[in-house]
T-cell receptor, first 113, second 112 residues
């Protein structure tokens, strides 16, 4: 069974640009959540989608948005990039909201110059 | 609100010695507690969880964790550390919300 797949693995952007990250969950998993990982802050929750609907949202500005498609694949978009957006963005899937175990992808390392 | 504290940024231990990675939490209601491990250039991997039942929970790779309600702690332990255990360890908690809150992580370094 394939794991959670995130693309691309690395991204380099400049301030003011926008970026789209992609996540394919494990087959059969309908919940996808996104986290931002930085050395100083650990993992910060961005949002979670379940069956194409955003169910929960973390404390991030509106420049961070996402969506989920009917096949459960998810994308995350960050507009007007800032230097502070440089981080590892992790996607995690689970079968449903009540399932406790998260399966993480390897992440997308975003560098904003 | 729910929160997790991992008081040590780094833990050093010699191979073959027991290891402990500390975690304390704050949550309303009954806690659901988790440990995840992250190896370099990888995502997080689930190690173990506590929801209810025995206070000592056994997980993957020989790890276990002890739930202590009075001290609001959920420390990760292993009787005999391996060099390959060197990684970043995250504790997480959730209460009424379905979304877990993660700690900042503790870097475990096991010396040969």
């Amino acid at each position: 069974k394939a794991g959670v797949t995130q693309t691309p693995r690395y991204l380099i952007k400049t301030r003011g640009q926008q970026v789209t990250l992609s996540c394919s969950p494990i087959s059969g998993h309908r919940s996808v959540s996104w986290y931002q990982q930085t050395p100083g802050q650990g993992l910060q929750f961005l949002f979670e989608y379940f069956s194409e609907t955003q169910r929960n949202k973390g404390n991030f500005p509106g420049r961070f948005s996402g969506r989920q498609f009917s096949n459960s694949r998810s994308e995350m978009n960050v507009s007007t990039l800032e230097l502070g957006d440089s981080a590892l963005y992790l996607c995690a899937s689970r079968r449903d909201e009540a399932n406790e175990k998260l399966f993480f992808g390897s992440g997308t390392q975003l560098s904003v110059l | 609100a729910q929160s997790v504290a991992q008081p040590e940024d780094q833990v050093n231990v010699a191979e073959g010695n027991p290891l402990t990675v500390k975690c304390t939490y704050s949550v309303s209601g009954n806690p659901y507690l988790f440990w995840y491990v992250q190896y370099p250039n990888r995502g997080l991997q689930f190690l173990l969880k506590y929801i209810t039942g025995d206070n000592l929970v056994k997980g993957s790779y020989g790890f276990e964790a002890e739930f202590n309600k009075s001290q609001t702690s959920f420390h990760l332990k292993k009787p005999s550390a391996l060099v390959s255990d060197s990684a970043l360890y995250f504790c997480a908690v959730r209460g009424g919300s379905y979304i877990p809150t993660f700690g900042r992580g503790t870097s475990l370094i096991v010396h040969p």
